[in-house]
């Protein structure tokens, strides 16, 4: 069985704060991709990062990061001064012979 | 422009009715996949396949079903249509092995009257 957690539901900020996502996962496989998507009002599904498991590699893209820690299962995703077009739902994802999906986080960001 | 296509935008169906959702995807995916989306649940995987013909249940299969006939379209079944099945249904696919991130359609939204 594969699972994605999710913890926080919501998280509202005002602008140029920092945002920080957990993602925490399950699986049993070995090799496994790990994702993160955004999911603005509009409603299509926007991929942001791509993760295979042997690469631990942490990431920095503008303003967005990624820390993969395969020791705590964690991908977490921090938002660098946050922006009003940040507001949306991000989902982490989780990929063995199925791809799997957190429930999301909805992320405000007030002005 | 690779593409991932949802046969309906909206949709609206009685109670009993059999729904076919379809999606076709134009990237030689071997993946497909659907989801069911509700608020505060995230996607749920309803079915996915990874070859013609081949199917495997996700978490939340009953009441639906699905075909893969062709590698480009996979269709999901509502063999009869219920109210708790009114939603918004994703398709994705993906490349064999992962080297890229799932594509998605643009989603159908479901209501069962």
């Known amino acids: 069985a594969q699972k994605v957690t999710q913890a926080q539901t919501e998280i509202s900020v005002v602008e140029k704060e920092d945002v920080t996502l957990d993602c925490v996962y399950e699986t049993r496989d070995t090799t496994y991709y790990l994702f993160w998507y955004k999911q603005p009002p509009s409603g299509e599904l926007v991929f942001l990062i791509r993760r295979n498991s042997f690469d631990e590699q942490n990431e920095i893209s503008g303003r967005y990061s990624w820390n993969f820690q395969k020791s705590t299962s964690s991908f977490n995703f921090t938002i660098t001064a946050s922006q009003v077009v940040d507001s949306a739902v991000y989902f982490c994802a989780l990929m063995t012979h199925k791809l799997s999906f957190g429930a999301g986080t909805t992320v405000t960001v007030r002005a | 422009d690779v593409k991932v296509t949802q046969s309906s935008r909206y949709l609206v169906k009685r109670t009993g009715e059999k729904v076919f959702l379809e999606c076709v995807q134009d990237?030689?995916?071997?993946?497909m996949f659907w989801y069911r989306q509700d608020p505060g649940l995230g996607l749920r995987l309803i079915y996915f396949s990874y070859d013609v013909k081949m199917k495997e249940k996700g978490d939340i299969p009953e009441g639906y079903s699905v075909s893969r006939e062709k590698k480009e379209r996979f269709s999901l079944i509502l063999e009869s249509a219920s109210t708790n099945q009114t939603s918004m249904y994703l398709c994705a696919s993906t490349r064999q092995g992962s080297t890229t991130e799932a594509f998605f359609g643009q989603g159908t939204r479901l209501t069962v009257v």
């Open positions: 990237m030689d995916h071997e993946n």
